[in-house]
C-alpha cells in the first residue's frame, strides 16, 4: 500500500525559503510510471497544482509560482521535495503531496495522497 | 489554463437522498475529470476517474457522468459517512486545475 507524508516546518517568515519534504512508502520514486506532485489549498480557497516530478520526463511548474519553486527527488531516501522562495502571507496554505499516475502524454491526476501540512506564513 | 467551476458550494442532504454536484470546465477537456473526497484531517480519496469509471473499492453509490466541459458527481442514497468535501481535477492539460469544491453535510 503506497503512503505519502509531508514533513517540514509549520512556520516560515516572509521573504524566506518554504521547505517541506514528502516520504513515499510502498512505491519506489524512480521506479517509473508516475508523476510526484505538490498542491496546496489557500485559506477559504479551493486547491492549487504546485508541480511535479517524473523521473525521465523532468519537471513541471505552474506558471503563477515559476521562479520561485523547484522540486526535487532524493532517490536514497525515497522522498521528494518542495522549496518556495520569498514567501509571503499569501503562501500560507496546507501543502499535500500527491503521486500523479503518467499517461501517453501527460498525466492521469493524483491517485494517492499524503494528508498535508499546514504552513503558516507569519513574522 | 483550464477553469473548473464547482456548484454547489455547500449542500446539506438527508440519508438516502440522491445529490448531484456539478463542474464546469472553461475548454473542452474531453473526459480527462477526476473526482475526490476529503474528510477534515484526512487524506483526499479517489473516487471517480475519467469522469464515469468508479475507482476500485468505493461504493457503487458514487458515479460519474460527463464528457467535453459539463460533468457531474452523483451520490445516490447518501449516507452519514458520505459527509466530506469532493472537489474535481483536470488533467487533460499543464498546469492541473481544481474545482472549488462542494462541503456535503448530512443532516
Known amino acids: 500500500q503506497v503512503q505519502l507524508q509531508e514533513s517540514g516546518p509549520g512556520l516560515v517568515k516572509p521573504s524566506q525559503t518554504l521547505s517541506l519534504t514528502c516520504t513515499v512508502s510502498g512505491y519506489s520514486i524512480n521506479s517509473g510510471g508516475y508523476y510526484w506532485s505538490w498542491s496546496r489549498q489557500l485559506p477559504g480557497k479551493g486547491l492549487e497544482w504546485i508541480g511535479s516530478i517524473h523521473y525521465t520526463r523532468g519537471t513541471y511548474y505552474t506558471p503563477s509560482l515559476k521562479g520561485r519553486v523547484t522540486i526535487s527527488g532524493d532517490t536514497s531516501k525515497n522522498q521528494f521535495s518542495l522549496k518556495l522562495t520569498s514567501v509571503t502571507a499569501a503562501d500560507t496554505a496546507i501543502y499535500y503531496c500527491?503521486?500523479?499516475?503518467?499517461?501517453?502524454?501527460?498525466?492521469?491526476?493524483?491517485?494517492?495522497w499524503g494528508q498535508g501540512t499546514t504552513v503558516t506564513v507569519s513574522s | 489554463e483550464t477553469t473548473l467551476t464547482q456548484s454547489p458550494a455547500f449542500m446539506s442532504a438527508t440519508p438516502g437522498d440522491t445529490v448531484d454536484i456539478s463542474c464546469k470546465a472553461s475548454?473542452?477537456?474531453?473526459?480527462?475529470v477526476n473526482w475526490y473526497q476529503q474528510k477534515p484531517g484526512e487524506a483526499p480519496i479517489f473516487i471517480i476517474e475519467e469522469a464515469t469509471t468508479l475507482v476500485p473499492g468505493i461504493p457503487p453509490r458514487f458515479s460519474g457522468s460527463g464528457y467535453g466541459t459539463d460533468f457531474t458527481l452523483t451520490i445516490n442514497n447518501i449516507e452519514s459517512e458520505d459527509a466530506a468535501y469532493y472537489f474535481c481535477l483536470q488533467h487533460d492539460n499543464f498546469p492541473l486545475t481544481f474545482g472549488g469544491g462542494t462541503k456535503v453535510e448530512i443532516k
Open positions: 475548454q473542452d477537456i474531453d473526459d480527462d
Open positions: 500527491a503521486r500523479e499516475r503518467n499517461s501517453v502524454m501527460g498525466t492521469y491526476g493524483m491517485d494517492v
